[in-house]
């Protein structure tokens, strides 16, 4: 869905996801503003009342009084584009993390403690590598002994 979601919420002239201010045409076409300054240059709209085409719908608009700072922004897809950035840099950072926690040697996730060398290592680790014959715990009751023993 998120796939979908980004795809709605890209920019018809960049093909990227808006970067705001996201500007909203009287056609209710949507771009990134300095698209749309690269449009006005374009087609040498550069004072108020000066006329320009949509680039998606060819609609003839006119610049405003304050130029490209009187068109209209789009608040509400700034607002999804900013809860959109935000969960995938959450999810970015979720799979950095889980990385964090993958074996090396055998690529699935360390949820075994050595007690002997006091390591983080996988299910591979214990029955295929150099712990095979070394006591392992999991690593959730390591945690939770050694937080009774600074308690």
């Known amino acids: 869905m998120e ?6 919420l890209s920019c018809p002239v960049c093909l990227d996801v808006f970067s705001p201010p996201v500007i909203e045409l009287c ?4 771009y990134c503003k ?6 006005l240059i374009a087609q040498n709209c550069n004072k108020p009342q000066d006329k320009f085409i949509c680039p998606m719908c060819r609609k003839v608009n006119m610049l405003p009084d304050k130029g ?7 608040m509400f897809v700034e607002n999804v584009v900013a809860i ?7 999810n970015e950072a979720k799979q950095q993390a889980l990385k964090e926690f993958m074996c090396p040697d055998h690529n699935d996730i360390m949820n075994l403690v050595c007690l002997q060398d006091n390591t983080l290592i996988c299910a591979g680790c214990k029955l295929f590598g150099h712990h095979s014959t070394h006591a392992v715990s ?4 390591v945690y939770e002994q050694r937080k009774e023993g600074f308690a």
């Open 3 to 8: 796939v979908q979601l980004g795809k709605e």
């Open 34 to 39: 300095k698209c749309i300054h690269q449009t």
């Open 68 to 74: 490209l700072n009187g068109l209209k922004r789009n």
């Open 27 to 30: 056609c209710s076409h949507n």
């Open 84 to 90: 959109l950035k935000e969960r995938t840099e959450s």
């Open 138 to 141: 999991k690593l959730f009751d």
